[in-house]
């Protein structure tokens, strides 16, 4: 994806993360014991002004958690429904329904600015003054920090025995690791006389025919047709870089699917992922697979068109799999450290590869989805061959990707 110029690389996740660690718990008890003096009580619902949304990371989750902004809207109908998130997030934020503003932090490229943009935070949340805040960052402590400057009178968010954020929410709710993330975000409503419901409800992004729109005039530059094409991501984002399976194997898999089925190969990716995903472009021409690599040269209107559009998403578990779900994309996505319990798209059009080794998955959301993997290289990506990918595709998206070929050579001049 194409994203705004900059002039240095933004701080790491990594660095936030060591640095929450070591500072969040205190700051955590110091401000549990004073959560007694906030506001508290119930609330009516008709009656509530403002609910803030606290999502700092990942596209994907924000994605998933379409489903709980619609019903948010119902049960709030005169509040504004205020999100506050990351400013990587920017490009999806207008594609998201029923949320009326959004309030974007610049974390900058140091930790200081980080540090300081953080703290403009807790000041804006303390003079927003929601009547609700739901925390939607599953046990992070710099958003139970901010539950706690927002002064909400309904603070909620997720508990767990295992995870200390202090007692700053006066409405805990449990996060299932059974249940789908997208039913998981639905239980913030709870405490509002919500069901929490097991099956994942569907999401929604909004504007995707000016997406499309977008998408026909890439593919137009690039002599290739919409329907009649194969899109690609072989990264994962920064939060767990381990869920990507060997970019070699993407490459072969991508030579032989075009062998098979004649249609062109699209590899995309962040400006920050173009020298990864070059190397797998490289190899998978050097294969025999034609199309063309669009990692960093698409901005994120682009690349839902382009999986809306497709004939099949092939992608790691990554923001761009929850992307191409919300756009109506028939999908393939791999699995390993990560569950698709959790994460994985449900449907007859969607394909998970998911290996079930018994150490698998090892990462979860109560470590910060850090990988604790003893072995020299991660068995749970290596598990998946080349040849049982492409078996999988064929039994499952074979029927499409014929008749996909077939409307291809029919646009194809002959």
Same mark, same amino acid.
């Given at each position: /994806? !194409?994203?705004?110029?900059?002039a240095h690389k933004p701080v790491r996740m990594k660095t936030l993360q060591t640095v929450e660690r070591l500072l969040g718990g205190a700051v955590c008890s110091l401000l549990g014991a004073l959560a007694p003096l906030l506001p508290s009580g119930a609330v009516d619902p008709h009656k509530v002004r403002r609910v803030l949304l606290v999502k700092f990371w990942g596209i994907g989750s924000i994605v998933l958690a379409t489903p709980l902004f619609? !019903?948010?809207?119902?049960? *709030?109908?005169?509040?504004?429904?205020?999100?506050?998130? +990351?400013?990587?997030?920017?490009?999806?934020?207008? /594609?998201?329904?029923?949320?009326?503003?959004?309030?974007?932090?610049?974390?900058?490229?140091?930790?200081?600015?980080?540090?300081?943009?953080?703290?403009?935070?807790?000041?804006?949340?303390?003079?927003?003054?929601?009547?609700?805040?739901?925390?939607?960052?599953?046990?992070? !402590?710099?958003?139970?920090? +901010?539950?706690?400057?927002?002064?909400?009178?309904? @603070?909620?968010?997720?508990?767990?025995?295992?995870?200390?954020?202090?007692?700053?929410?006066? =409405?805990?709710?449990?996060?299932?690791?059974?249940?789908?993330?997208?039913?998981? *975000?639905?239980?913030?409503?709870?405490?509002?006389?919500?069901?929490?419901?097991?099956?994942?409800?569907?999401?929604?992004? +909004?504007?995707?025919?000016?997406?499309?729109?977008?998408?026909?005039?890439?593919?137009?530059?690039?002599?290739?047709?919409?329907?009649?094409?194969?899109?690609?991501?072989?990264?994962?984002?920064?939060?767990?870089?381990? @869920?990507?399976?060997?970019? $070699?194997?993407?490459?072969?898999?991508?030579?032989?699917?075009?062998?098979?089925?004649?249609?062109?190969?699209?590899?995309?990716?962040?400006?920050?992922?173009?020298?990864?995903?070059?190397?797998?472009?490289? =190899?998978?021409?050097?294969?025999?697979?034609?199309?063309?690599?669009?990692?960093?040269?698409?901005?994120?209107?682009?690349?839902?068109?382009?999986?809306?559009?497709?004939?099949?998403?092939?992608?790691?578990?990554?923001?761009?799999?929850?992307?191409?779900?919300?756009?109506?994309?028939?999908?393939?996505?791999? *699995?390993?450290?990560?569950?698709?319990?959790?994460?994985?798209?449900?449907?007859?059009?969607?394909?998970?590869? *998911?290996?079930?080794?018994?150490?698998?998955?090892?990462?979860?959301?109560?470590?910060?989805?850090?990988?604790?993997?003893?072995?020299?290289?991660?068995?749970?990506?290596?598990?998946?061959?080349? $040849? =049982?990918?492409?078996?999988?595709?064929?039994?499952?998206?074979?029927?499409?990707?014929?008749?996909?070929?077939?409307?291809?050579?029919?646009?194809?001049?002959?």
């Amino acid at each position: /994806m !194409k994203n705004p110029p900059q002039a240095h690389k933004p701080v790491r996740m990594k660095t936030l993360q060591t640095v929450e660690r070591l500072l969040g718990g205190a700051v955590c008890s110091l401000l549990g014991a004073l959560a007694p003096l906030l506001p508290s009580g119930a609330v009516d619902p008709h009656k509530v002004r403002r609910v803030l949304l606290v999502k700092f990371w990942g596209i994907g989750s924000i994605v998933l958690a379409t489903p709980l902004f619609l !019903k948010i809207r119902e049960v *709030f109908p005169n509040a504004e429904i205020v999100l506050l998130t +990351l400013s990587a997030n920017r490009g999806v934020v207008k /594609m998201l329904p029923a949320v009326d503003r959004v309030e974007l932090v610049e974390l900058g490229d140091s930790l200081g600015s980080a540090v300081l943009a953080y703290l403009r935070c807790l000041a804006w949340a303390f003079r927003l003054r929601p009547d609700v805040l739901l925390d939607l960052e599953f046990y992070t !402590k710099a958003s139970a920090i +901010l539950s706690f400057f927002s002064c909400a009178s309904q @603070r909620v968010g997720y508990h767990s025995p295992g995870v200390w954020r202090g007692e700053i929410h006066n =409405q805990p709710v449990a996060f299932n690791a059974y249940r789908h993330v997208s039913s998981n *975000f639905l239980s913030l409503l709870e405490p509002f006389g919500v069901t929490p419901v097991k099956d994942p409800p569907r999401t929604t992004l +909004l504007g995707l025919d000016g997406c499309r729109a977008a998408a026909a005039r890439v593919l137009e530059r690039h002599g290739l047709t919409p329907e009649g094409y194969i899109l690609v991501n072989v990264n994962a984002g920064e939060l767990a870089i381990e @869920r990507r399976w060997p970019r $070699d194997r993407f490459a072969e898999l991508a030579a032989q699917l075009f062998s098979h089925y004649a249609l062109p190969i699209i590899f995309v990716g962040s400006a920050a992922e173009s020298e990864y995903t070059a190397g797998a472009w490289e =190899q998978a021409k050097r294969s025999g697979a034609a199309g063309c690599d669009l990692a960093g040269q698409i901005n994120l209107d682009e690349l839902v068109g382009l999986c809306a559009c497709s004939a099949l998403v092939i992608t790691n578990d990554s923001g761009p799999l929850h992307l191409a779900v919300a756009a109506g994309a028939r999908t393939v996505s791999f *699995f390993g450290p990560e569950t698709p319990a959790l994460y994985g798209p449900r449907g007859e059009e969607h394909l998970v590869i *998911f290996a079930d080794i018994p150490c698998s998955p090892c990462i979860n959301a109560e470590h910060g989805k850090r990988s604790f993997c003893w072995r020299e290289a991660l068995y749970c990506q290596l598990a998946t061959s080349v $040849d =049982q990918a492409f078996q999988s595709i064929v039994r499952h998206h074979g029927p499409t990707l014929a008749e996909s070929a077939g409307i291809q050579s029919q646009k194809t001049p002959q």
